[in-house]
């Protein structure tokens, strides 16, 4: 069966406000829309469909089929399992993540039935607004029968106001430094650096990226306001595709996603003062608003926990994947050090039971690692407070903001992917420890830096 997984596919909105040209849905960009009903019931809402890597090689994004060893790692969730028999497994463990990361900042969808003709349309209309990346790594799977249909929560759901609505959508990544005792003596320093900027150093040596990353991670979860503003500040200087601005639900600032640069620095400028004009904020206000509806929820908080799960780090969990399948452990075979095997094989030696249970969290946490979060705004309109949604004030303009706060991308990562994210793991940290930075990283040298360690590494062979 080929590797499928999800693409998320921004739906536009008719606007009742006075413009020379409203914009339709994307229903109406597929034929003329004859049943109004309908279009008016596709408004505000996002669909993602399913999409197929076109290298079959690579391994799959997310789940779409439980193997038998799958089943044994999420057989202790109710109804989990029994979900992909009635095709609704990314509804079911929406309800999962909602328990880690609250219902009330999860979406869920709903199944919606889709015809072959009508996902070969919808792929030619996307094609101009996808990354090449993306264009040559996959392709909508048109053989699916459903999509998910879920809000768009780039905006505000009801009636729309005079006011414009402004969405940032993050992707914050690990936020929290790795402590686990299977991190091997020369993998140390990890338990210094951010695994975001040691990728990031990585990515640039590899020509992914033409400018390192100022962002830390560890500033957006630290719960001090002071950092989360700089962690935010850092993220219009270098968007890269951890940083969108939408503005009434159309990207404002930012790219369309990928690990490329993903806005030009000669436009951000351009980007920031276009922004201004249509919402009343300067960068600085914004900046503001932003930290201090992060700060206030505690959305970040729910986050970072549910990151925590992974305890055991990718170096120890690997060892029960390999219990979980049956498999001989391709990463013990290559060790020599005599403590370091001790320690794995206390691992090996634990229950079928309570290796799925690590491995299942491991997985978990790996979806929140790589989740976005979506912060919208407006301006309360009246001063009341029986409102729907939380809110902030915000001093500088002396002006009241409702906001809501949603994970996306919340997909089941696929068990068989455990190699995977060995391997990378692998090869970002052996990188970092034998360059150390090769580009300019302005972050606090007390925080980590590279090691002389040896380059002998465990590795995985096939």
Same mark, same amino acid.
């Given at each position: ?288 608003? !932003? +930290? ?6 505690? &959305?970040? %908080?729910? @986050?970072? /926990?549910?990151?925590?799960? $992974? ?38 030696? !634990? +229950? ?6 690590? &491995?299942? %969290?491991? @997985?978990? /946490?790996?979806?929140?690692? $790589? ?38 991308? !919340? ?52």
């Amino acid at each position: 069966m080929p590797a499928t997984g999800f693409t998320r596919e921004r739906a536009r909105r008719i606007s009742s406000s006075a413009t020379p040209a409203p914009r339709l849905p994307w229903y109406a960009l597929l034929r003329p829309p004859s049943r109004p009903f309908l279009v008016c019931l596709l408004l505000g809402k996002v669909l993602r469909v399913k999409k197929i890597l076109n290298d079959k090689a690579q391994p799959a994004p997310t789940c779409e089929v439980f193997s038998s060893s799958e089943q044994l790692v999420w057989g202790e969730i109710p109804g989990l399992v029994e979900s992909l028999k009635q095709d609704c497994l990314p509804q079911a463990y929406a309800q999962v993540m909602s328990q880690h990361l609250g219902a009330n900042h999860v979406d869920g969808g709903v199944r919606a039935r889709v015809s072959k003709e009508f996902l070969e349309i919808v792929g030619k209309n996307v094609l101009s607004s996808r990354p090449a990346w993306r264009v040559s790594a996959s392709a909508i799977d048109t053989s699916a029968d459903s999509a998910l249909l879920i809000s768009d929560h780039s905006l505000f759901s009801g009636k729309p106001r005079r006011s414009s609505c402004i969405a940032v959508e993050i992707k914050a990544k690990c936020g929290f430094l790795p402590s686990s005792e299977y991190i091997s003596q020369e993998n140390s320093i990890k338990k210094q650096v951010t695994r975001y900027k040691m990728h990031q150093q990585l990515k640039f040596h590899q020509g992914q990226i033409s400018k390192i990353s100022d962002y830390d991670p560890l500033d957006l979860f630290s719960g001090s306001k002071e950092r989360i503003r700089t962690a935010i500040k850092s993220f219009f200087s270098t968007p890269q595709n951890n940083f969108r601005i939408f503005v009434d639900g159309s990207l404002g600032f930012g790219g369309m996603g990928g690990g490329a640069d993903t806005v030009h620095p000669d436009e951000i400028e351009k980007c920031l003062e276009d922004l201004t004009k249509v919402s009343g904020l300067q960068q600085s206000d914004f900046i503001e608003l !932003l +930290s201090e509806a992060i700060f206030k929820s505690g &959305v970040l %908080d729910k @986050l970072l /926990a549910t990151q925590k799960l $992974d305890d055991h780090d990718i170096e120890g969990a690997i060892h029960l994947y390999y219990d979980i399948i049956s498999q001989p452990c391709l990463v013990c075979k290559n060790i020599t050090d005599a403590e370091l095997l001790h320690k794995y094989s206390v691992l090996h030696s !634990l +229950s079928l039971d309570k290796s799925c249970k690590i &491995v299942r %969290d491991f @997985l978990i /946490a790996a979806t929140t690692k $790589d989740c976005s979060l979506m912060m919208c705004f407006r301006p309360r309109e009246c001063e009341t407070t029986d409102s729907e949604y939380d809110s902030v004030f915000l001093e500088p303009v002396n002006r009241t903001y409702d906001y809501k706060a949603y994970f996306v991308d !919340l997909d089941v990562k696929p068990l068989d992917k455990m190699p995977h994210y060995f391997k990378l793991d692998q090869k970002i940290v052996n990188f970092y420890t034998k360059n150390g930075e090769v580009g300019r990283v302005p972050c606090d040298s007390s925080k980590g830096g590279s090691t002389g360690g040896d380059d002998s590494k465990a590795q995985l062979e096939h």
